[in-house]
């Protein structure tokens, strides 16, 4: 009866055209279950951290009915390190530093309490890890979502097909979408992904929102033009969360529910882009988002009489 | 009462990843025509030609309401050449001949039955000529809407800024408005855009879609994700034919009727990329655009409730 988020925790060194930060909260996980927590509790948090992570970033995740049974804490060792560095167009960006530290021993073990889960977000992670924990659950969730990059596809591609065999809902970019089948064509790659495994295709476009395909069908929902992105860090997961989130408090995976889905998650995105890492995350209200997402509504609607 | 059109009618030869014509009639005032016709008629059309353009292509276009009494025949002369060659996203794009030829002398003198036009689109052309057409008219039109590109910001970015200071609304890419305004950002882009004149901006993003900005309100068209794009030469004309077509047969410009008319646009536009050239813009029924509308209704349509 619950959201399972495996996933980094991690700390993120960012430098963006408005500014720069040190060390700031980061890693998929965080920012799935930071967004994911406004519309579904508990959330069952798998990840590694090291006694480095602060203790008052647990707690403030805690009081969001995130569980830490399955967050695996080394005392002795110090948890993942990103540092990058993003272009003017906010785009594309350079990694300066990845230090794995903790993350390179992750083997998550399932809590028990984990057990009656229905909902799992498989944040990018190894696929062979993201496979390892489909395995461990004894009944299946209704719903598998699984984020990857194309980093697993030119080192791990054997594995990466195996888990995404395995999931419901493969989530990716456009360049990793035609990456995958060889398809420039996006409703072509989509096809062949649906061939692979997954029922549902969600295709990520950043600053060009994101497409749904399942069937012959597509869904198109826009991002919402920014005055300011002040760091794109954690936008995907991010929208990963409200998707997952929506879903999750809803229990319906209909295709029409998983569009209003992707409207929540497109907009938690564009809040996560505000300020640095997941601040603007931490200090939503319910008000916010409604407001938010009329502002989606406002976005796309238009009248229009066909004749039938 | 009727569009007025101005622009250029040319000969193309073109390459995609799909195959290569030597010789197709292309030009923009011709994809605005052909576009506009399946709205409104008459349409006024001006350019120049030169005696090789094939009397079956005017005949074709007179016989859906395009009227020839603005366009300059220069027997002697020959047709304005463009060749390009596509790259495999069909994004971008090599310009690889441009012979003026007539197109050096244009300099449009306005028909006397050409001055009821209620609707002026003005086409890619030579700042300078936009001006003119503007000023023959002794009665602004209800609409005028400007289209232009980054070659006129490098070479006569004063006459330029000054034209579209004359229109209502401006049309160009993202990376026009972003060279425009030197902003990044789109929305803060489209308020430098209306300090400068138009009331009404549209950003067309190819296959990410289109823009529509007017004071602080914002709406997104998207573009439907497409099997096959098969040439995409005169896709933001046809565009903008649809635009205007729509715009001209409701007499209605408000921002909302501006939102459906870019869905129209994006609806005829998505037509003429599936041929080379016009051609399937010369091929199309009531029952075509309605379908198609139909699919742009889907693509964006989701359920909501929100609070309050």
Redesign the interface.
Known sequence: MSLLVVGTMAFDALETPFGKVDRVIGGSATYVAWSASYFTQPIRQVSIIGGDFPTTEIDALKKRGVTFEGVEVVKEGKSFFWSGRYH??MNTRDSLITELNVLADFNPQLPESYQDCEFLMLGNLVPAIQMNVINQLRKRPKLIVLDTMNFWMETAMDDLKKAIGMVDVLLVNDSEARQLTGE?????AAMKIQEMGPKFLIIK?GE??A?LFHDR??????AL?????FDPTGAGDTFAGGFMGHLAKTKDISF?NM??A??YGSAMASFCVEKFGPQRLQELSEQDI?ER??SF????????D??G
Do not use: C, R
């Open positions: 003017m167009d420039y064509s996006l409703p072509k476009k060009h929102g497409l069908s597509v869904f198109y929902a826009p033009p920014l005055d300011e992105v029409e569009k209003t992707i409207i409604q997402m009329q509504v406002d976005l796309v609607n238009f009248d229009i066909l004749v």
